[in-house]
């Protein structure tokens, strides 16, 4: 399986896989004891592996073809353990879109498994050559400043995201905004800041429907329910529970499904409250489509 599809009013939100591992991600849960998080997960090891997923989405229907987020890219292949690797362009074209119909591409972060098909080789040449690439200013300035040196998972990838973001910048691609941004009267990108300096959520909203493209402010179902689990490589993690708690809020409030592209395929998250006022997380993998 390669993408799964819901469909949010008119517009059709396909999560769309660039590959998938098994592997231990005790890291997502830093200041959680394990007896407390292993059940959520659904291990019973700190160390035992789960399900995965890298990749984005792509979103239709609304008069754009966006992508939201873009996977590990042409060299995902490099990756130890990951299966189906760069398959995000293939997966696509199963969906019938093609690189040159892609206008908008918004990146959630540029953690260098969201931003690999922003460049399609290693010379810079632009895998959506018609998209406008749209980034939190504030997260471009992180990437392109000598304080990503601070956290080692930042910088051993920033080389690799300052190539992309240059090939974009060069081409007149690039488009820097800050705060809430709307993309079509379908979409919205939102603040949620913390995991990095300028990290964004997409609300996809149409008639009836709503889901939040949650990127990597939730990288599990379970911290939805949780939002204190927090992975070790967070910027900023107060402002990290923050977003965790306004996007859970936003989807209660809008009856909006939550998705992210390191749920294993397919996934959504249906958020409702309990009597006492408090958010509380279901997931699910009814979808309307598989590819
Ligand atoms: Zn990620």
Redesign the pocket.
């Known amino acids: 399986m390669t993408s799964a599809t819901i469909k949010v009013g008119r517009t059709r939100v396909s999560h769309v896989s660039d590959g998938v591992a098994r592997g231990p991600r005790q890291y997502w849960f830093t200041g959680a004891d394990p007896d407390e998080w292993m059940p959520a997960v659904g291990v019973t090891q700190p160390d035992a592996p789960f399900t995965v997923t890298?990749g984005g989405f792509v979103v239709t229907g609304d008069g754009h073809v966006t992508v939201v987020d873009a996977g590990y890219g042409h060299r995902a292949h490099e990756i130890p353990g990951l299966a189906d690797a760069g398959a995000m362009p293939s997966a696509m074209a199963a969906l019938g879109v093609e690189p040159g119909d892609v206008d908008q591409v918004v990146l959630t972060?540029l953690?260098t498994?969201?931003c690999g098909w922003l460049t399609k080789d290693d010379q810079g040449a632009l895998t959506f050559p018609n998209a406008t690439v749209l980034v939190n200013e504030r997260e471009v300035a992180y990437w392109t400043s000598d304080e990503v040196d601070a956290i080692a998972f930042n910088r051993n990838g920033a080389g690799e995201v300052r190539a992309r973001l240059r090939a974009i910048k060069d081409a007149g691609r690039l488009h820097t905004f800050d705060g809430e941004l709307r993309l079509s009267d379908a979409m919205t990108v939102l603040p949620t800041h913390g995991h990095t300096p300028g990290h964004v959520s997409v609300l996809v909203a149409d008639g009836d429907g709503a889901a939040i493209l949650a990127?990597?402010a939730l990288?599990h179902p379970a911290h939805v329910d949780h939002p204190c689990w927090l992975p070790s490589v967070e910027y900023a993690p107060s402002e990290s529970i923050r977003s965790r708690e306004r996007i859970a809020a936003l989807a209660a409030d809008r009856n909006a499904k939550i998705l992210a592209?390191?749920f294993p395929l397919p996934t959504i998250v249906n958020v409702d409250r309990t009597p006492d006022g408090h958010v509380r997380s279901t997931a699910s993998h009814d979808v309307e489509d598989v590819t």
């Open positions: 890298f972060h953690h498994d969201h990127g990597d990288h592209p390191h």
